[in-house]
T-cell receptor, first 117, second 115 residues
Framework: AQSVTQLGSHVSVSEGALVLLRCNYS??????LFWYVQYPNQGLQLLLK??????LVKGINGFEAEFKKSETSFHLTKPSAHMSDAAEYFC???????????????FGQGTILTVHP | GAVVSQHPSWVICKSGTSVKIECRSL??????MFWYRQFPKQSLMLMAT?????????EQGVEKDKFLINHASLTLSTLTVTSAHPEDSSFYIC???????????FGEGSWLTVV
């Protein structure tokens, strides 16, 4: 079984400050890991994904995440927050890395990011 | 880029009626699609895996007779909520797995309100 834990349901930062959203996973097999963003009343947009290549993954909108196997973490960061980054962010793990069930995602609880002027 | 479209985006139905939500991959073939449900202020929970030409695989606790899934073609999966009740009100979102490259794309989601 796989699980994802996002530490902090709400994170608040000032515009221009570092964004750090935490994600820890549990998986019995090498995981595929994802970060998605959801704006109000919209679907999910993929920010980035880890698929066993480089441990530091760069995504869209200046976000990046680092896969740390020893810490079972995949934290999302952005050096400088923009007002437009305010949204809810979900970390997810794939049930099977590359298998026929690839795409069955287990999501974390979500973290709402608020950006203050 | 690849797009997955859901229809309708918003639907209100009366308790006891059925409502159908469509998930279409617009420019790629999707042999596998996934249906998720998101209750307010909660995360997304996988309901079922939809495979083209075969029966859907439901997650534990999801009633297959209530949530009918049909994946009749490589570009369309439908979720029908039968005999809907207010507790079925939720945000339903699908994703499609592109056969080439193992990429996953999400639809925009569908808000269902049962009154």
């Amino acid at each position: 079984a796989q699980s994802v834990t996002q530490l902090g349901s709400h994170v608040s930062v000032s515009e221009g400050a570092l964004v750090l959203l935490r994600c820890n996973y549990s998986s019995s097999v090498p995981p595929y890991l994802f970060w998605y963003v959801q704006y109000p009343n919209q679907g999910l947009q993929l920010l980035l994904k880890y698929t066993s290549a480089a441990t530091l993954v760069k995504g869209i909108n200046g976000f990046e995440a680092e896969f740390k196997k020893s810490e079972t973490s995949f934290h999302l960061t952005k050096p400088s927050a923009h007002m437009s980054d305010a949204a809810e962010y979900f970390c997810a793990v794939s049930h099977e890395a590359g298998g026929t069930s690839y795409g069955k995602l287990t999501f974390g609880q979500g973290t709402i990011l608020t950006v203050h002027p | 880029g690849a797009v997955v479209s859901q229809h309708p985006s918003w639907v209100i139905c009366k308790s006891g009626t059925s409502v159908k939500i469509e998930c279409r991959s617009l420019d790629f073939q999707a042999t596998t699609m996934f249906w998720y449900r998101q209750f307010p202020k909660q995360s997304l929970m996988l309901m079922a895996t939809s495979n083209e030409g075969s029966k859907a695989t439901y997650e534990q606790g999801v009633e297959k007779d209530k949530f009918l899934i049909n994946h009749a073609s490589l570009t369309l999966s439908t979720l029908t909520v039968t005999s809907a009740h207010p507790e079925d009100s939720s945000f339903y979102i699908c994703s499609a797995r592109q056969a080439a490259g193992n990429t996953i794309y999400f639809g925009e989601g569908s808000w269902l309100t049962v009154v």
